[in-house]
């Protein structure tokens, strides 16, 4: 278990900058997403007034990190860019979900703590936007896997209220998803294939899912499911 406080010395871990803070006085202060490490501030000192670390400074690229601890702080010293995914910068809403998938982590995952599931889920993420994957589908699908990792996602398959598998129809509520049966007149409804696509979006692995979401028609769906899903990160507060 990697400590809140890293001991005094040199790191290296592959991650992803979360966010970037630049200060004309200290130069930038980046949130780095790393593996084993979690997110952590890192400060990444101005040299002769330009930024040395190019791209590896901006979010959304994946790079290795080198890492010092000193007492105080912990300073980037190196940075290999690994990935930038530049054609997904040139594509409007893939560009705009995976900006909100970024901001969600930044501000809801622990700090200091190994998250490398979470991680992962990121990664595959932009591989998934990248691929042009419907944007509405792969941000349902993250942000239930980081719901997930916590424990907290709702269930897709079992009634929220009497326990039941969920056949058929099902409706969406506060608490969870309903079945049929106990589901009242005023919920959102959800159809079984509604239900089925959304099930899928969970479950499916990173490889099936490239493929299978690729020939989701448009529908409303996912983005009520997300908006549902995101009410769960404001309950946990
Ligand atoms: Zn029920």
Same mark, same amino acid.
């Given at each position: 278990?990697?400590?809140?406080?890293?001991?005094?010395?040199?790191?290296?871990?592959?991650?992803?900058?979360?966010?970037?803070?630049?200060?004309?006085?200290?130069?930038?202060?980046?949130?780095?997403?790393?593996?084993?490490?979690?997110?952590?501030?890192?400060?990444?000192?101005?040299?002769?007034?330009?930024?040395?670390?190019?791209?590896?400074?901006?979010?959304?690229?994946?790079?290795?990190?080198?890492?010092?601890?000193?007492?105080?702080?912990?300073?980037?010293?190196?940075?290999?860019?690994?990935?930038?995914?530049?054609?997904?910068?040139?594509?409007?809403?893939?560009?705009?979900?995976? +900006?909100?998938?970024?901001?969600?982590?930044?501000?809801?995952?622990?700090? +200091?703590?190994?998250?490398?599931?979470?991680?992962?889920?990121?990664?595959?993420?932009?591989?998934?936007?990248?691929?042009?994957?419907?944007?509405?589908?792969?941000?349902?699908?993250?942000?239930?896997?980081?719901?997930?990792?916590?424990?907290?996602?709702?269930?897709?398959?079992?009634?929220?209220?009497?326990?039941?598998?969920?056949?058929?129809?099902?409706?969406?509520?506060?608490?969870?998803?309903?079945?049929?049966?106990?589901?009242?007149?005023?919920?959102?409804?959800?159809?079984?294939?509604?239900?089925?696509?959304?099930?899928?979006?969970?479950?499916?692995?990173?490889?099936?899912?490239?493929?299978?979401?690729?020939?989701?028609?448009?529908?409303?769906?996912?983005?009520?499911?997300?908006?549902?899903?995101?009410?769960?990160?404001?309950?946990?507060?």
């Amino acid at each position: 278990m990697i400590p809140l406080h890293l001991p005094q010395g040199y790191y290296t871990a592959t991650g992803t900058v979360l966010l970037r803070r630049d200060s004309a006085k200290e130069g930038q202060s980046v949130l780095i997403f790393m593996r084993e490490l979690g997110p952590r501030w890192v400060t990444a000192p101005r040299a002769n007034a330009k930024n040395r670390f190019g791209g590896a400074t901006e979010p959304l690229t994946w790079a290795r990190y080198s890492l010092y601890q000193s007492p105080s702080r912990l300073y980037l010293q190196e940075a290999e860019v690994k990935e930038d995914f530049i054609p997904l910068r040139a594509a409007g809403s893939s560009l705009l979900c995976a +900006a909100r998938l970024y901001k969600l982590t930044a501000r809801e995952a622990p700090a +200091a703590c190994e998250n490398d599931v979470l991680l992962r889920a990121l990664w595959n993420a932009m591989v998934q936007l990248r691929a042009g994957c419907p944007a509405y589908a792969v941000e349902f699908r993250f942000v239930w896997k980081f719901l997930n990792s916590m424990g907290l996602a709702p269930s897709y398959a079992i009634c929220a209220s009497c326990g039941a598998r969920i056949t058929g129809s099902a409706a969406a509520a506060k608490e969870g998803i309903f079945c049929a049966s106990c589901a009242g007149e005023a919920l959102p409804k959800m159809s079984a294939k509604e239900l089925y696509e959304l099930r899928a979006a969970t479950g499916l692995p990173h490889d099936k899912f490239l493929i299978w979401s690729k020939g989701l028609e448009k529908s409303d769906n996912f983005n009520r499911n997300i908006k549902l899903l995101s009410s769960y990160f404001a309950n946990m507060r």
